[in-house]
């Protein structure tokens, strides 16, 4: 397919790369700022604009990576009646496109991606459309691009966003917290690297209710005391580290998993 890309971003970036990949077409790059675009176009052998009013219109699909927020503004900046447009986007509705055209639709990578960070990630793509015919193509088009392509609306892409943030960002953030303190306490943060690979790699085998372990799990107060004593000077650390514990607490020892021990 013909595709023009509208973003210079992370996403724009990755989703760019395989789209080139899979041998389709990108016809043009389009960005607020030069110097990404010619980047990307010069990566992807294609022309670039930073002016609406030049965007290509022989593509067969726009794909759209932009900010939530650019979404939202994107139709009184671009008119591409009859064109198929798409965005990338895991909490914005597809119909934000209604203002820039009556075909529009969406194809979420389900993943986080960073332009930086090579080798790109697998990754599954979440459709929508407004239009049975229009979602057909972009299942055909989606199928080039990711081994798992799943129809999802609104409110089940929004759901999967959230719980995204849940897996991905606050887990992130957690390790962030956890190498400042390894760091300001010179300990070698990357002693947990086999912890943090066997966590992830056990989720692919068993549900994680099953698989918790650790002092909170096993009501073992003595040594969250202790934990918490030594993150006395982080108090971010320790916030985390209470919160978990205490809804750790509740839901083993107060909950549906009661009893199960063994920890």
């Known amino acids: 397919m013909k595709v023009v890309i509208i973003g210079s971003g992370n996403v724009a970036t990755v989703m760019g790369s395989r789209i080139a990949g899979a041998g389709h077409r990108i016809l043009q790059v389009v960005a607020r700022r030069e110097e990404p675009a010619a980047r990307l176009a010069a990566e992807w052998n294609c022309a670039y604009t930073t002016q609406w ?116 960002n606050f887990t992130n953030w957690l390790y962030t917290q956890a190498e400042l303190f390894c760091s300001q306490e010179k300990l070698d943060f990357s002693l947990l690297y086999p912890l943090i690979r066997e966590t992830s790699q056990r989720l692919q085998r068993y549900s994680p209710r099953d698989v918790q372990t650790g002092p909170a799990v096993r009501g073992d107060q003595g040594t969250i005391r202790r934990h918490l004593e030594v993150l006395n000077n982080y108090k971010d650390l320790r916030e985390l580290y209470q919160l978990f514990s205490s809804q750790i607490e509740r839901f083993y020892l107060g909950g549906e998993n009661a009893g199960e021990g063994g920890r």
């Open 53 to 168: 009013a030049n965007v290509d219109m022989s593509a067969d699909i726009y794909i759209v990576s932009v900010s939530d927020r650019g979404l939202e503004d994107l139709g009184s900046l671009l008119n591409l009646p009859g064109r198929l447009v798409v965005h990338t986007a895991g909490a914005v509705p597809g119909g934000v496109l209604s203002s820039v055209t009556g075909r529009w639709g969406v194809l979420y990578p389900l993943q986080s991606l960073r332009s930086g960070i090579r080798p790109f990630p697998d990754f599954p793509l979440l459709i929508a459309a407004g239009r049975p015919e229009d979602l057909a193509i972009i299942r055909d088009f989606a199928i080039t691009l990711s081994a798992q392509v799943r129809e999802a609306d609104d409110p089940t892409r929004l759901k999967l966003h959230a719980a995204a943030a849940s897996v991905n």
